[in-house]
């Protein structure tokens, strides 16, 4: 068992949480200090996902949790500290499925590098097709055409694709 | 009783799709029409079989029989009739039981269609659509049966089966938990059977594929007989992807209408595919190129669509785990991967008989467009399949580390999420590209274009059409990618309705014909062409919602006391009251009242609300919207104190041009059903003719 799946400090890391929303509370109540408005929240929260609900971005989940944890986001900007001292908080205790795209290292790298290589096979397979084709002398020479031949040639093209098959 | 019958059809079901699929393969390996019959007979069957079923379900839902465990899951005694009925999909039993019925009432329409000019075909279209369908019916019997019922053995926790335990009684709860609230919305009344026609009915395409590869037959026939029930299933499944965006929007409440949400691209990897065939298969008919092509990609669509099933239902995206607790996870995969890796056996057996016929002739041919059209949709396929598949590996792939402990940094087996800041940069250009194709292509002729006829069709429309990124730079605009995209957007525009006049202009010269009436005979004549444009015209008028929201859309989040105010740009909006009250159908609802003013003009009130459903123990926010062409006040009631005159806190989002994605969707499927119009099939049309033509000599 991996020590995140600890349940002991699971009931501690919950404790944590419930002692520091309980300060934060107090000090809100007393202390009345200036504190980071609603869209400062939101703004690092937007950049986090809810460690409980499944794809649900923190700043929109409607849940009592979530809200508390952009309670703990708040407190944490209170104290001066920088989006990404904020996010790697959040990484720390609920792993990286709280970040919105998981950053470039180890085994995630997978994610940054099978989409280009797949993309580019294809781009490899249409430039195979194309350089296969037949001679261009099959394309009829020119002439530069008068202003009805214009449309007569418009329209022949137009009954060819009109033509059900 | 209602249950024991609903099963029993069921079962019944299953064993003649079974029947249904060996006779096939008997009549077919034995040229034996009477077998063939047979197995046609059965197919027809299994949809009233599953009629008499899902009567029966449909019956336990009205009726409240809570004692069957999927009815006691979905349904309480609050929710009315239309709800109770509707829970028939509301759940996994029921959606798994549901998408069976479906196929079974599609494939039994292709029985009773004219069989004659391909009988070979027949037995193979039946194997594939009643092996799909056992599959489903077999996970409904035994993984996850709507009519099992709740049992009581004396002492103890209840006991669920279909039939009792030696001793037991049956148990009934005085009411059931009730269907999802969120679930509780037209939207979502609609959406999944929407999004399962769509599956259902890609479904046949693919038989005909698989049995044009069995019995050899590879020139373009199947996809003749199917090209209706292509874009019948893709007008569902568009149809489906629409109403999810909508219902999400109108309920969610996070003021979006897509969040790239696994479940999401689970629906729109199969639209995806499905969009490149449509393409694909016009540069076969045409052409008689893309043979092997045509075949992947119908291929794939079927993958795909067993593929979002299986995301949605086997529980796999929650946890890799839950997936591995349940049956339907594991049967799904192999499922998935025999008939995935059947269907490529075959293709590799016939691959050379699919060649094509010619080879490309110029790069600026409306073929080569059509295979540029496809890359792309391919690309945005690989980027949103990995960054679905992505967050299971790395799950999955946990066990690795747990085994060899030197590489336990790496397989962690933690979870991930792939958000939308993945998806947007890798698909956003390649979306573009495809507008950018979108304006091409139709002026580019098949086989012989050079750049210079290419070029001399284009001129017009492109000038006409960089008018609208220079007004929008004159009047203040300095998104690059904003500018880009409306340049996008007229130019596909002026290309298209450049095309439609030219060509209603051609008849008017050369007929005589009043213009309007040039236009409908046009349309008349294929109506394919034009109710394409039409889809690209809806496409554009999306595009422009969609580049609205996604780069303009601002918003604020504010606690107001009562009377107080909040901006966000021009608009302010002052909290006037907040009612909480108890509704008769078991909610408890806090409604909040708020005045919207843009630049100090009243313009009106909005009540956004939150209700919260006491049976299901769950919130569903509701917004309040205001809605405009020019652009949507969306204002979400996030809480408020007990003491309602103490405050309440409000998050407003401001969503311009966003109504002109729901306007374009409109457009996208009026010009799908002008596509997919049934008209005369010509070779019946023909074969009249040739009928009539002996009989006019006779008399």
């Known amino acids: 068992m991996r020590p995140d799946h600890h349940p002991s400090r699971k009931i501690l890391l919950a404790l944590l949480l419930a002692l520091s929303l309980g300060a934060l509370l107090t000090a809100a109540a007393f202390a009345q200090e200036p504190t980071p408005s609603d869209d400062e929240v939101n703004r690092v929260a937007s950049q986090l996902y809810c460690p409980v609900c499944e794809s649900t971005p923190l700043d929109v989940c409607p849940t009592q949790a979530c809200a508390q944890w952009r309670e703990v986001v708040r407190q944490k900007l209170a104290q001066g500290w920088t989006d990404e001292q904020i996010k790697t908080y959040f990484v720390e205790l609920y792993g990286e499925r709280v970040l919105a795209?998981?950053?470039a290292r180890g085994l995630n790298l997978l994610m940054y590098i099978a989409p280009p290589l797949g993309i580019l096979f294809g781009v490899y397979l249409v430039w195979?097709?194309?350089?296969?084709?037949?001679?261009?002398?099959?394309?009829?020479?020119?002439?530069?055409?008068?202003?009805?031949?214009?449309?007569?040639?418009?329209?022949?093209?137009?009954?060819?694709?009109?033509?059900k098959r | 009783m209602a249950a024991n019958l609903g099963f029993g059809a069921l079962c019944l079901a299953f064993l003649v799709s079974l029947y249904g699929a060996a006779a096939a393969v008997v009549g077919a390996a034995r040229h034996s029409a009477a077998w063939v019959g047979s197995a046609r007979r059965a197919m027809l069957l299994t949809f009233p079989l599953l009629t008499v079923s899902a009567l029966s379900l449909l019956y336990l839902l009205a009726n409240g029989n809570y004692e069957v465990r999927y009815v006691a899951s979905v349904t309480s005694s609050?929710?009315?009739?239309?709800?109770?009925?509707?829970?028939?999909?509301?759940?996994?039993?029921?959606?798994?039981?549901?998408?069976?019925?479906?196929?079974?009432?599609?494939?039994?329409?292709?029985?009773?269609?004219k069989w004659d000019r391909d009988g070979e075909f027949l037995p193979w279209v039946i194997l594939v659509a009643l092996v799909t369908l056992a599959f489903f019916l077999g996970l409904s019997i035994v993984v996850e049966n709507p009519f099992v019922r709740t049992w009581h053995l004396g002492s103890g926790r209840p006991f669920y089966a279909m039939f009792p335990p030696l001793g037991a009684q049956i148990f009934r709860p005085a009411n059931g938990s009730g269907l999802n609230p969120l679930l509780r919305h037209p939207g979502m009344i609609i959406h999944p059977p929407m999004l399962y026609l769509g599956f259902v009915s890609f479904v046949i395409p693919y038989a005909y594929a698989i049995a044009a590869l069995i019995t050899g037959r590879t020139d373009d026939r199947w996809m003749r007989v199917t090209r209706r029930w292509t874009l019948v299933a893709w007008l569902f499944l568009s149809l489906g992807l629409l109403l999810g965006g909508r219902w999400a929007y109108d309920v969610l409440g996070w003021g979006g209408y897509w969040g790239w949400d696994p479940v999401e691209i689970a629906a729109f990897m199969p639209w995806l595919t499905g969009t490149a065939f449509l393409h694909s298969v016009m540069i076969q008919e045409k052409r008689g190129m893309f043979k092997q092509w045509n075949m992947v990609l119908i291929i794939l669509t079927y993958a795909l669509v067993i593929f979002g099933t299986f995301l949605t239902r086997?529980?796999?995206?929650?946890?890799v785990h839950a997936f591995a607790r349940s049956a339907i996870g594991p049967l799904f995969l192999g499922f998935i991967s025999i008939t995935f890796l059947g269907s490529l056996g075959l293709l590799v057996y016939r691959w050379n008989a699919l060649r094509s016929d010619v080879e490309m002739t110029s790069i600026f041919s409306r073929e080569a467009l059509f295979l540029l059209n496809n890359l792309l949709f391919m690309s945005i396929l690989v980027a949103c399949f990995s960054g679905v598949v992505y967050p299971i590996l790395s799950e999955g792939l946990g066990i690795v580390g747990d085994m060899i402990p030197a590489w336990a940094d790496v397989f962690t087996g933690q979870q991930k999420t792939v958000g939308p800041e993945y998806y947007e940069n890798t698909t956003g250009p390649?979306?573009?590209?495809?507008?950018?194709?979108?304006?091409?292509?139709?002026?580019?002729?098949?086989?012989h274009?050079?750049?210079k006829t290419l070029g001399r069709a284009i001129w017009k429309p492109t000038l006409v059409s960089l008018a609208v990124p220079l007004l929008a730079l004159l009047g203040g605009m300095r998104h690059w990618a904003a500018l880009l995209g409306f340049w996008l957007a007229a130019f596909v525009v002026a290309v298209t309705v450049y095309e439609f006049w030219r060509a209603a202009w051609a008849r008017h010269q050369l007929h005589g014909e009043a213009l309007p009436l040039a236009l409908w005979q046009l349309a008349g004549r294929n109506r394919r062409r034009y109710g394409g444009y039409i889809i690209h015209l809806g496409v554009v008028l999306m595009a422009i919602g969609i580049?609205?929201?996604?780069?303009?859309?601002?918003?604020?989040?504010?606690t107001l006391a009562q009377g107080e105010t909040l901006a966000l740009g021009e608009y302010t909006i002052t909290f006037e009251r907040l009612n909480v009250f108890d509704t008769t159908d078991g909610r408890n609802v806090a409604r909040a009242t708020v005045s919207v003013r843009r630049d100090g003009d009243y313009l009106g009130e909005l009540y956004p609300r939150r209700d919260y459903y006491y049976e299901a123990q769950q919130p569903v926010t509701m917004p309040g919207v205001r809605s405009t062409l020019e652009d949507d006040l969306y204002v979400v009631l996030v809480d408020w104190q007990p003491i309602s005159t103490l405050g309440a806190t409000f998050k407003v989002y401001h969503n311009p041009l966003v109504n002109w994605l729901w306007l374009g969707g409109l457009v996208f499927i009026l010009g799908t059903m002008v596509a997919a119009w049934p008209d005369h099939d010509p070779e019946l049309r023909r074969a009249a003719q040739r009928k009539s033509a002996p009989e006019a000599a006779q008399a």
């Open chain 1, 101 to 103: 795209t998981p950053p």
């Open chain 1, 128 to 163: 195979r097709t194309l350089r296969k084709r037949a001679p261009a002398a099959a394309a009829p020479v020119e002439a530069p055409p008068p202003a009805d031949a214009a449309t007569d040639e418009y329209v022949r093209r137009l009954e060819e694709e009109l033509r």
């Open chain 2, 78 to 113: 609050s929710m009315p009739l239309y709800l109770r009925l509707t829970a028939l999909w509301g759940g996994q039993a029921g959606s798994l039981f549901f998408w069976s019925w479906l196929m079974a009432a599609f494939a039994s329409a292709v029985m009773l269609r």
């Open chain 2, 314 to 319: 086997s529980g796999v995206l929650t946890s």
């Open chain 2, 430 to 447: 390649l979306f573009a590209g495809l507008l950018l194709l979108m304006g091409v292509a139709p002026l580019a002729a098949w086989r």
């Open chain 2, 449 to 451: 274009s050079t750049a």
């Open chain 2, 547 to 558: 580049l609205g929201i996604e780069i303009f859309q601002t918003q604020t989040q504010g």
